[in-house]
């Protein structure tokens, strides 16, 4: 079965950046679209980004988009969410997903889940 492990989630001031990593094994990796999500308090569970298998194709929420890449080293079976210029509002406990084939956007659609990484927002 997939396992996943996110790390790199901490305590950062707005405007600062934080890159978060999901180590993947259990699986082919190359067989899996690689996505993250993020819960506030309170809130839905909610989608940030998602990344094809050869990692060509990605697809961001509006609310990160031109802040937030997402990234995948096939050879050491990991992605990574690169988060620039942060906002208090990114404050949430970042997900890393998998899902066989292709990308998707809503949490449904896949099957494995890591334990989350806290990333707090200060103003």
């Known amino acids: 079965q997939v396992q996943l492990v996110e790390s790199g989630g901490g305590l950062v001031q707005a405007g600062g950046s934080l890159r978060l990593s999901c180590a993947f094994s259990?699986?082919?990796?190359?067989?899996?679209?690689m996505g993250w999500f993020r819960q506030a308090p309170g809130k839905e569970r909610e989608f940030v980004g998602v990344?094809?298998?050869?990692?060509?194709?990605?697809y961001y929420a509006d609310s990160v988009k031109g802040r937030f890449t997402i990234s995948r080293d096939n050879a050491k079976n990991t992605v990574y969410l690169q988060m620039n210029t942060l906002k208090p509002e990114d404050t949430a406990v970042y997900y890393c997903?998998?899902?066989?084939?292709?990308?998707?956007?809503?949490?449904?659609?896949?099957?494995?889940w890591g334990q989350g990484t806290q990333v707090t927002v200060s103003s």
């Open positions: 259990g699986r082919t990796f190359v067989s899996y679209a």
């Open positions: 990344i094809s298998w050869t990692g060509s194709t990605t």
């Open positions: 997903a998998a899902r066989v084939g292709r990308t998707a956007t809503t949490k449904n659609s896949f099957d494995s």
